[in-house]
């Protein structure tokens, strides 16, 4: 497998991920903010400690997600080019 071929397979799978990556805490806060009939106090104030994390997670989430997009993105280009200058020099 050539170089151009992994780096566009990792490049193609770290977008991948980096869209799937924010949906599993995005889940986890949405069933976690789900109202209660009839609350107690402390009832609320574990519901929101619970939101705060999730945020919290979903934030570090996105921002992982972002990381591997922009690596994805960049070893998608360098195959694209690699490739490209390939089939140049061969004349394809």
């Known amino acids: 497998m050539s170089r151009a071929r992994l780096a566009l397979t990792a490049g193609v799978l770290l977008l991948i991920a980096s869209c799937l990556l924010p949906c599993l805490p995005f889940l986890d806060l949405s069933g976690i903010s789900m109202p209660y009939?009839?609350?107690?106090?402390?009832?609320l104030e574990k519901q929101a400690t619970d939101i705060t994390?999730?945020?919290h997670r979903l934030a570090v989430h996105a921002a992982i997600a972002g990381a591997l997009a922009v690596i994805g993105l960049a070893a998608f280009i360098y195959a694209w080019k690699?490739?490209?200058?390939?089939?140049?020099d061969h004349g394809i």
Do not use: G, L, N, V
């Not at 009939?37 to 009832?43: G, R």
């Not at 490739?83 to 140049?88: E, P, V």
């Open 37 to 43: 009939q009839d609350p107690t106090p402390e009832m």
């Open 53 to 55: 994390a999730a945020e």
């Open 82 to 88: 690699h490739r490209r200058a390939r089939k140049a």
